[in-house]
Nanobody
């Protein structure tokens, strides 16, 4: 069994910063891509940022230059540093990992439970 647990959400004023982290644990053989998604009320979940095992990153246009994704493969953890936050960044943020469990042949996507980020104007 694999679990992803996010932490670091909260309330911040516009222009402020928050840092999210997501740690994967359990019966993990390997982790490929990891990413952060967000879902605002009444909207579809969208990709915020993604990172390959080798460190290649990809960002949504709306967060480029403000957010930075990184990972520590030794800790099975992915991070999201969010600077210059805007009210439109308000959402529940989810992490996702493409993970191969021990004793399983194929990779699966695993999701965290989500953490609320609220940016006040």
């Amino acid at each position: 069994q694999v679990q992803l647990v996010e932490s670091g959400g909260g309330l911040v004023q516009a222009g402020g910063s928050l840092s999210l982290s997501c740690a994967a644990s359990g019966s993990i053989f390997s982790i490929n891509g990891m990413g952060w998604y967000r879902q605002a009320p009444g909207k579809q979940r969208e990709l915020v940022a993604a990172i390959t095992r080798g460190g290649i990153t990809n960002y949504a246009n709306s967060v480029k230059g403000r957010f930075t994704i990184s990972r520590d493969n030794t800790k099975n953890t992915v991070y999201l540093q969010m600077n210059n936050l805007k009210p439109e960044d308000t959402a529940v943020y989810y992490c996702k990992g493409r993970i191969r469990e021990r004793l399983k042949g194929a990779e699966d996507d695993y999701w965290g439970q989500g953490t609320q980020v609220t940016v006040s104007s």
